[in-house]
């Protein structure tokens, strides 16, 4: 917890998490713990919709469109994009926190509202990229304009993404290598475990690119965002080129796997129809001399049974040369 900030401000917001006022000279980040207290200066500001406060609080900003409170304030959590009256608005993914500062796994929204003065962060539960920004603007990260904390804010979320993507790249590398070992080849359930996390990543990506697409395309973006709007367009692209890599990566493992499973298939098939090939002579003798009728070869002889066996292994054997001779035993 940064200094100067409890768990759930009691100011006069009750939904605020954190707080920062930041300096117009110098750029630097000043707690605060109520969002009346910060003044004129730059403010960022994150709330908890957990809250009651936080919705009241949102609807009585005169400074944030309709449109913009129906987006902070909304249920549906895909990723879009909306620019009215110079506000910018935005719902993004990113991965939720357990409250004992753990990733869960599961990806859940985080709203903002940019305006000339202020930045709102708003989230439903714990997300991993607002633990990481509060620490970094304790820790003295200036933010000298708006476009400084939409930078911060989407840089964070795609840091979290890359490494995530770094994560699962070695694991697919790991599985390759240990499946041209041929030691703890990796099996089904472990690379669709790994494809799952591929595509969740792949889905957050690709709809962030969407957003800042958006935001590029919109006429009514202020001129001051749309180099840091290009830049993170930009670096999205090269992360959804990295997912893409990772992906092929898998699915050249994947298919190498099918080929072996597929191959040792077929070799266990072809033994299964040479053991079958020769064993159907034997069983046609064993068969002919199983029969209760009369005038059955050797029936009176005390060798009958020996050379019973004999014939059923002569067939056997003449099945096999017969089946070396047409080409079927050479593989």
Known sequence: MAKGLTPLSLGATPGLIWGYAFDEATGRARAVESCDEAGDAFRWFHLSLAHQGSAKWIERQADLPDEVKELLLGSDNHQRALIDEGVVGCVIHDVERDFDGRDSGQVGAIRFALTARMMITARLHPMRSADIIRNRLAQGRRIDQPADALDLLTATVMEGVAAEMRDLSHDVQRAEDAFLDDLNSPNT??????????????????????????????????????????????????????????????RQL??????????????????????????????????????????????GSGHGTLLATVTAFGAAGATYVALRMMGFMRR
Do not use: H
């Not at 690379?191 to 969407?210: N, S």
């Not at 919109?218 to 840091?228: C, H, R, V």
């Not at 069983?283 to 002919?288: A, N, P, Q, S």
């Open 189 to 250: 359930r472990g690379l669709i475990a790994i494809r799952r996390r591929l595509a969740r990543l792949q889905r957050t990506v690709e709809g962030m690119g969407r957003v800042f697409r958006r935001l590029e395309e919109d006429e009514e973006l202020p001129e001051d965002m749309a180099p840091t709007v290009e830049k993170l367009s930009q670096r999205l692209q090269s992360l959804d080129a990295d997912a893409l890599g990772v992906q092929r990566q898998l």
């Open 254 to 299: 994947r298919e190498e796997i099918d080929t072996q499973v597929d191959q040792r298939t077929n070799q266990n098939l072809y033994i299964l129809s040479i053991m079958t090939a020769l064993l159907l002579p034997a069983t046609f003798v064993t068969g002919l001399f199983g029969m209760n009728t009369g005038g059955l070869p050797w029936s």
